[in-house]
């Protein structure tokens, strides 16, 4: 049987890991659904704000990365008649937009296809949490004129819509309205992490030891959390992981940690492999992130699925678990105060406890989780429509 053809497009890819949950989704689908379908990328040749290229790849060619073709495009290669190129040369049957937003990876190539330059198979578009009332502040000017360019020029039409969840069918259907008729929500696919015989150590340290594991943006709201930690009179131990993507807004971090007081201790990292991430987590309490606004989180999951517990805001997908491996709050610091003074006094065996009820809560959500079947319905029947309304055609 001849394997369907998906091209998918997205500003970054592997081995890059500093954009966060895009390139993990289209990773575990790669992983999962690589053997159903013939998996094409077409992506940049460095991760962001990188200003070298990865090793290792053949550039403006495609590769062999996992189960899927990769073909990382060169600076050079990113003008529009280049993606144009690339686009009417690359053999498929339906095409993958995995951003809203993106100048060159969507908004470009929907622009050729309305002008006719480009003839497109079937479409679909996951905005990856761009459409949350956060996300749509930054770069707020630009978006409202692409916006209005998206609806003036009826960029949507035969557009099916993937949201990772009701919360994002909600805030796609509040800005585009009754013009968007068909949004399907099919939840981010995620890896399932299998431990044999796994033991949760009991905590070997004094004080609470935190985890800050994400980019540096506002998005992230490391400052939030900088700013409750100045009230806090218990010893705390914070690590923050992750790229420095806004420069401005680290700066306003860097002031924030050094008026600190003395009993908060602060390690600044760079960005971790996949590879160090199981010790990382081993190595703290309380994973830690008042996001402004979250489409899935997959390095949520993964903490859960090391067994360390995870404490973030009510801007995401995820509900409180009874048994605290997973908790939930509203961005009020005086509540996150109070819950990071109550997590520092819990002693040893309570922390284990909560590793233990970190690890369940994974173990549940993969039992429950039927998003393999969905992304297979997802591409099979917009497949089949595509096909159906080509034969009625002829």
């Known amino acids: 049987m001849i394997k369907k053809k998906i091209l998918c497009l997205i500003d970054y890819y592997l081995p890059g890991n500093r954009s966060g949950g895009p390139v993990e989704s289209i990773s575990n689908l790669v992983e999962k659904l690589g053997d159903d379908f013939e998996i094409k990328i077409i992506c940049r040749d460095r991760d962001l704000k990188s200003k070298k290229r990865y090793s290792n790849i053949h550039v403006n060619s495609w590769n062999i990365v996992g189960k899927a073709k990769v073909f990382y495009l060169s600076q050079k290669n990113l003008s529009p008649i280049a993606i144009k190129t690339i686009l009417k040369k690359t053999n498929y049957d339906l ?19 309305h002008f006719g330059f480009i003839n497109f198979k079937p479409c679909i578009i996951a905005p990856r949490g761009e459409f949350s009332p956060e996300a749509l502040k930054i770069n707020a000017i630009k978006k409202k004129y692409y916006l209005k360019l998206f609806m003036w020029l009826k960029l949507y039409k035969n557009l099916v819509w ?117 010790k990382i987590f081993e190595r703290h309490d309380l994973f830690i992130l008042p996001t402004k606004g979250e489409n899935f989180g997959h390095v949520i999951i993964e903490s859960l699925s090391a067994g360390l517990p995870v404490l973030i805001s009510d801007k995401t997908p995820w509900l409180n678990n009874k048994k605290g491996g997973l908790e939930v709050l509203s961005l009020k610091e005086k509540i996150w105060r109070s819950k990071i003074l109550f997590w520092s006094k819990l002693n040893k065996d309570i922390i284990k406890s909560k590793r233990k009820a970190a690890f369940k809560f994974f173990i549940n959500f993969h039992k429950k989780n039927s998003s393999l079947i969905t992304y297979k319905n997802l591409f099979n029947s917009v497949l089949k429509t595509s096909n159906l309304a080509t034969k009625l055609e002829l």
């Not at 095409?95 to 296809?113: A, H, Q």
């Open 95 to 113: 095409i993958y937009f995995n951003s809203f937003f993106s100048y060159r990876f969507t908004i470009i190539p929907l622009l050729f296809n």
């Open 162 to 278: 993937q949201a990772s969840s009701k919360k994002e069918k909600r805030n796609i259907k509040n800005k585009l309205g009754k013009t968007i008729k068909k949004i399907l929500v099919v939840p981010d696919l995620t890896r399932f992490i299998s431990f044999k015989n796994k033991i949760f150590k009991s905590k070997t340290h004094e004080h609470l030891k935190l985890l800050f594991l994400s980019r540096i943006s506002p998005m992230k709201n490391l400052e939030f959390l900088l700013q409750v930690l100045k009230d806090i009179n218990e010893s705390i131990e914070l690590s923050i992981y992750g790229p420095k993507e806004d420069l401005r807004y680290w700066k306003k971090c860097i002031d924030l940690i050094n008026d600190l007081p003395k009993n908060i201790i602060v390690n600044v990292y760079g960005v971790a492999s996949k590879q160090e991430l199981p």
